[in-house]
Every structure is written in C-alpha cells, then in structure tokens.
C-alpha cells in the first residue's frame, strides 16, 4: 500500500483508537496511527478521533508539534474527520480548559450543555439535519447516534460549518462540514449501522478528493 | 429530539466463559461472550457490559483476552468491569477495547479511585456500579416512610455502611459519569426492577442511571423507565436464554411511546 492511500488516525492515547481502527477495518481501509507531524505527509485522508479531557487532545497535539502540521494538512485540502473532542478542537477554546487554544480553525468556544439536563449527555440521539451534506448522504433525522460528553458547540447564526444540530438541554453543533472538514460530536465509530455509512461516506469523499483533477 | 433509552445486556463472565447463578453459587455455562456480543449487536442492544465477577488476579490476562474477542464484534459501546482496582488496570481493560469501565468495592475503599479514573479517561468512562440493599431495621425502626438503601460491597457479600443515595451523590461529585445500580432485593428474582429504589437514585443524581436486577418482562423495563426514570435498564439470562428478544423488547417499549432506537 502507498502512502497516498493511506488513512492517518491521530493518536494521542486516546481510549477510542483502537474502535475507529476496528470500524474502519470493517469498511475495508486499513489506517495507521500517527503520532508525529512528519508520518502526515502523503497521506489520503486524517482522522482526529477522542473522547474524554479537551485539555488532553490538546496538550497531546503541541507536545507531539502536531497542531501546525495538522492544520497545514487541512489548509492544503486533505480530507480530516475529527471525531467527538476532534470536533470541539477545530473552535478557538474550550471551557473545559480554559487557558488552552484551541486549533481555531473555526471562531467560537465550546461550552458545558446546561445542568438542567442529565450530564454527560450519554446514550443515542437524533440530528436536526440543517442543509445538505456528503457526510450525510442516505442519512436522515430518524437515524440514532452515539453520543458521551458534557461539553458541546452552540451553532450561531453565522457558524456555516454545521450542517446538524442535536438537542440536550440545548441545541448544539452535532455535524460540521465545510470543503473538505467534517466532523462529528457523536461516535461514528459506536454508532451502529447509521455511524459505519457516515464512516463509508467520508471514505469515499476521500477516495474522490485525493483522485488527481 | 431525547435521548433513547438504553438497553444493556449485561454478560458475566469467569473470565473466559459467560455464567450464570445467582451470588457465585451454582453456576452453570452460559455461553461464549464473543458469540453473544455479535447476536446483541445484531439484534440492536445499545450497549454491552461484560463482568468479571470471578476478578482474580492469575485469570486477569484470560478476562482482557474476552475483552478483546467481545469489542472485536461491536459496532457499539462497551463496559467492562471486575476486579479494577487502580489506574493500570482499567487502563489495560480500556486498551482492550472497552469505552467504559465499572469500579465497585474498590471505589468503596478508596473512593479517591472514582477522581483519578475520571481525570485520566473523562466522566464519561467511569462508570459507578452500586448494589444497593433495603436496610429493613431502619425503615421499621425509624417510623419514617422513606426507605434506606445499604451500600453492599464483594459481591454483595458485605455491608459498605454507606447509604446508597448518599454514596450516588457523593460519586457523582467524585468523578463518576454514570451509575450501574442493582437491586441486591430483586437480583435473580425475575420480579421486576426495584422502582422505589432506581427512582430514589435518578432523582438525586445529575447523571444517568442504569437499572438493573429482576428484568424478566417488557412492562418491567417499561416501568423502570416511565415510573423508576432509569436512563437505561440492564438485564443478563434472560437474554442469554432467549427468554427475551431484544428486538422484540424495544418494539413493545415504543408502543408504549417509550423512546428506544429501533433496529433496521
């Protein structure tokens, strides 16, 4: 296999690599773990997956000198997937941790859901799909997702990056999409059938993506 | 747009093999916990627990190995639990596979254990499993209504001294994302939920709660999650030995307008 075919999943020890690595196998693509920022280069597609701390995905990502080659990696148009704290990574801050930056790609803070709710927003919910998407593609508003963690994105009126929101105490982004940056707050990965054609989805804007013109 | 509520077969397990008894007595071959994963993932379980209710320390490598073969077969969440008892073990049980992991007598013990899992894997991996007694001197002795629950620890086995409302909440505060209660009354009973109890645990604490201990029919998940305000219910046998299909389960909690997530 060459490196241009080639799936990256950033690994920063987080508990939720080896199921991405699984569901991805089932789809057929094999990916390989990346911990430093020169094993981007060539590859077809990124994969930022995490759960638990915002701190901890963060501190990981400029400890390992990740964040530049990160986002040069996404400015130059390779297709990345950030999975659950690889979705609220992409925003400015995060409550969660205050004094850390996030990667700002995109402006807005993330935030604890309301405590008027149960926390964490744990179990499977449904998305309020906001306008078409590729991610999307065959899935609709009955479809459940896997969701775990308290913290979330309130979409503002000029966020274009989400394309669905979903509810827990209050609405938050759910999926993001702009050029080739998707991401979800859910767990593809946990996600049942509905998560694997996410997944199958991205692979396959991917595999088109990286096609020369 | 709410939030499902979860159905969580549960497999105990020896380590390598699924068993089934009550109180480790009696117990009988239930299955192999890869084979059983696969049919609940197929039949549409939202989640999956699988215990090491033997949780010595030479079968350790055995119970990781189970880990390992049972999250090979899911497209869903998984929660392992037995014998972890520090940061290194639930780190080996995470690495296997597992999304969540149950802390019990151990938490008990030292409860600084629940604050040092939620730090190092998030709230929402540390689950706090709680099986809880009625204290029956108290509740007559006391000549109030309301009923005590007590704290019981190794397997049921003894008494934590803990108030099991005031061992949720202080759990919750410790680090605990989620609470695995069981009705040590209604364990293996296949009488229903103990309702009192679950609704007594959901309404104080912030997080989700799981019911189990007792499931055998559907109106008993329906009233766990309409009367007990359970976020999710667990049960074992009775879908280890077809007594219940999953599938059929959730088709009867959505006709009684109980939001499940259906399988295609």
């Given at each position: 296999?060459?490196?241009?075919?080639?799936?990256?999943?950033?690994?920063?020890?987080?508990?939720?690599?080896?199921?991405?690595?699984?569901?991805?196998?089932?789809?057929?693509?094999?990916?390989?773990?990346?911990?430093?920022?020169?094993?981007?280069?060539?590859?077809r597609a990124i994969?930022?997956?995490?759960?638990?701390?915002?701190?901890?995905?963060?501190?990981?990502?400029?400890?390992?000198?990740?964040?530049?080659?990160?986002?040069?990696?996404?400015?130059?148009?390779?297709?990345?997937?950030g999975i659950c704290?690889?979705?609220?990574?992409?925003?400015?801050?995060?409550?969660?941790?205050?004094?850390?930056?996030?990667?700002?790609?995109?402006?807005?803070?993330?935030?604890?859901?309301?405590?008027?709710?149960?926390?964490?927003?744990?179990?499977?919910?449904?998305?309020?799909?906001?306008?078409?998407?590729?991610?999307?593609?065959?899935?609709?508003?009955?479809?459940?997702?896997?969701?775990?963690?308290?913290?979330?994105?309130?979409?503002?009126?000029?966020?274009?990056?989400?394309?669905?929101?979903?509810?827990?105490?209050?609405?938050?982004?759910?999926?993001?999409?702009?050029?080739?940056?998707?991401?979800?707050?859910?767990?593809?990965?946990?996600?049942?059938?509905?998560?694997?054609?996410?997944?199958?989805?991205?692979?396959?804007?991917?595999?088109?993506?990286?096609?020369?013109? | 747009?709410?939030?499902?509520?979860?159905?969580?077969?549960?497999?105990?397990?020896?380590?390598?093999?699924?068993?089934?008894?009550?109180?480790?007595?009696?117990?009988?071959?239930?299955?192999?916990?890869?084979?059983?994963?696969?049919?609940?993932?197929?039949?549409?379980?939202?989640?999956?627990?699988?215990?090491?209710?033997?949780?010595?320390?030479?079968?350790?490598?055995?119970?990781?190995?189970?880990?390992?073969?049972?999250?090979?077969?899911?497209?869903?969440?998984?929660?392992?639990?037995?014998?972890?008892?520090?940061?290194?073990?639930?780190?080996?049980?995470?690495?296997?596979?597992?999304?969540?992991?149950?802390?019990?007598?151990?938490?008990?013990?030292?409860?600084?254990?629940?604050?040092?899992?939620?730090?190092?894997?998030g709230a929402q991996?540390?689950?706090?499993?709680?099986?809880?007694?009625?204290?029956?001197?108290?509740?007559?002795?006391?000549?109030?209504?309301?009923?005590?629950?007590?704290?019981?620890?190794?397997?049921?086995?003894?008494?934590?001294?803990?108030?099991?409302?005031?061992?949720?909440?202080?759990?919750?505060?410790?680090?605990?994302?989620?609470?695995?209660?069981?009705?040590?009354?209604?364990?293996?009973?296949?009488?229903?939920?103990?309702?009192?109890?679950?609704?007594?645990?959901?309404?104080?604490?912030?997080?989700?709660?799981?019911?189990?201990?007792?499931?055998?029919?559907?109106?008993?998940?329906?009233?766990?999650?309409?009367?007990?305000?359970?976020?999710?219910?667990?049960?074992?046998?009775?879908?280890?030995?077809?007594?219940?299909?999953?599938?059929?389960?959730?088709?009867?909690?959505?006709?009684?307008?109980?939001?499940?997530?259906?399988?295609?």
């Amino acid at each position: 296999m060459t490196s241009t075919s080639t799936v990256a999943l950033i690994d920063y020890g987080a508990g939720n690599v080896p199921s991405v690595e699984r569901a991805l196998q089932k789809l057929g693509v094999t990916s390989k773990r990346v911990t430093r920022p020169g094993e981007l280069a060539g590859v077809r597609a990124i994969i930022l997956p995490g759960v638990g701390h915002y701190a901890a995905i963060i501190r990981v990502l400029d400890a390992h000198n990740l964040r530049a080659a990160l986002l040069d990696a996404i400015k130059r148009g390779v297709p990345f997937l950030g999975i659950c704290l690889g979705l609220q990574a992409l925003y400015s801050c995060s409550e969660e941790a205050s004094s850390l930056a996030g990667l700002n790609l995109f402006s807005g803070s993330v935030r604890s859901l309301p405590t008027t709710a149960k926390l964490p927003h744990m179990g499977w919910n449904r998305l309020h799909i906001l306008r078409t998407s590729q991610l999307l593609a065959g899935v609709s508003e009955s479809d459940y997702f896997y969701f775990a963690h308290s913290y979330a994105v309130a979409p503002s009126p000029g966020s274009n990056e989400v394309v669905a929101t979903c509810s827990h105490g209050a609405n938050f982004a759910a999926v993001l999409e702009q050029e080739t940056v998707f991401a979800t707050q859910f767990h593809p990965e946990k996600s049942g059938a509905a998560g694997a054609r996410l997944l199958q989805n991205f692979l396959g804007l991917a595999a088109r993506m990286s096609e020369p013109a | 747009m709410t939030l499902a509520r979860r159905i969580i077969p549960c497999l105990d397990t020896d380590g390598a093999r699924v068993v089934k008894g009550i109180n480790f007595a009696g117990l009988r071959d239930a299955g192999d916990p890869a084979e059983l994963a696969a049919r609940y993932n197929a039949e549409g379980a939202d989640e999956l627990v699988v215990l090491d209710i033997a949780a010595s320390r030479d079968r350790r490598p055995t119970f990781l190995e189970t880990i390992r073969r049972v999250a090979a077969e899911l497209a869903i969440p998984l929660t392992a639990g037995g014998g972890i008892r520090s940061l290194d073990s639930a780190r080996a049980v995470i690495r296997a596979g597992a999304d969540k992991i149950t802390v019990n007598t151990a938490s008990v013990e030292r409860p600084a254990l629940i604050t040092e899992l939620s730090r190092e894997f998030g709230a929402q991996a540390v689950v706090l499993a709680i099986d809880a007694k009625l204290d029956s001197i108290s509740t007559a002795g006391s000549g109030s209504a309301a009923p005590h629950w007590d704290v019981r620890i190794r397997g049921g086995r003894d008494s934590a001294g803990l108030d099991a409302i005031a061992w949720a909440q202080h759990g919750v505060e410790l680090g605990a994302g989620e609470i695995l209660l069981t009705s040590m009354d209604r364990d293996g009973t296949q009488s229903g939920f103990d309702i009192a109890l679950t609704h007594a645990i959901s309404s104080c604490v912030s997080v989700p709660v799981i019911a189990s201990g007792g499931a055998k029919t559907p109106q008993h998940f329906s009233e766990v999650f309409s009367a007990g305000a359970a976020d999710a219910a667990l049960a074992a046998s009775i879908f280890h030995d077809d007594t219940q299909s999953i599938r059929a389960l959730k088709q009867f909690l959505a006709s009684q307008n109980i939001e499940v997530r259906l399988p295609c």
